[in-house]
């Protein structure tokens, strides 16, 4: 039901990156664009996306720097291809809970698609959050204005909630926001605590309610 899964992300970037990409056998480009991308998020764990650099990429994938090439031609592309993919997740959610008409529930729904579709792209959703300030100005813009829509969306449905709390709807979904971007962000922590998304996603939930629904 997630508009993008760890399958299908790599036909979506292949399609939607056709004019750039110069492998036209689709099944080695998907490969490949796999290759690249895991080993991008394993480097930019280990030694910073800023200090990487495309030889390191070469290495890890074990792709020649021609054939790199043929997929991106600077780390700008990988970042840009990278930050698309969660700009395309994030804007895709809100048609999951089209036909939720309580606010509450819609909210409920909002938040645990946030969490499942950030649980399936982990890698994607922490390097925008953690790499998004190396990135090239535009980039970062585009990043900023992804996270403000979320924002704004979930403030629209909390704004619908009768007898709500009093204060802005778009601090209380800022609030929200940081409660469900600590998952991604900090896996480690649940992880040692053996905690399971939907572990996570019913307390969030949870905590949601007891404030906006008392």
């Given at each position: ?12 970037l292949l399609d939607h990156n056709a ?170 922590k649940y992880r040692a605590a053996d ?20």
């Amino acid at each position: 039901m997630t508009p993008l899964d760890g399958a299908n992300v790599w036909a979506y970037l292949l399609d939607h990156n056709a004019e750039r990409i110069t492998v036209k056998r689709r099944k080695p480009a998907l490969e490949n664009l796999e290759r690249i991308f895991r080993a991008t998020f394993k480097l930019a764990n280990d030694v910073g996306f800023r200090a990487m650099n495309l030889r390191d990429l070469c290495q890890e994938t074990g792709l020649s720097m021609g054939g790199l090439y043929g997929y991106i031609s600077n780390k700008d592309q990988l970042a840009e291809m990278i930050e698309d993919v969660v700009r395309h997740a994030t804007h895709e959610m809100p048609r999951l809970s089209d036909d939720v008409a309580d606010p509450l529930d819609k909210l409920e729904a909002l938040i645990r698609a946030s969490i499942y579709v950030s649980e399936i792209l982990q890698p994607w959703f922490y390097f925008v959050f953690m790499d998004s300030r190396v990135l090239q100005a535009a980039q970062r813009t585009t990043a900023k204005e992804s996270e403000l829509y979320v924002q704004a969306l979930f403030a629209g449905v909390i704004a619908q909630i009768p007898q709500r709390p009093e204060g802005s709807p778009e601090m209380q979904a800022a609030h929200i926001m940081a409660t469900f971007q600590d998952w991604y962000v900090k896996r480690w922590k649940y992880r040692a605590a053996d905690i399971s998304p939907d572990q996570f996603a019913d307390s969030a939930v949870r905590l949601m309610r007891a404030y906006l629904a008392p």
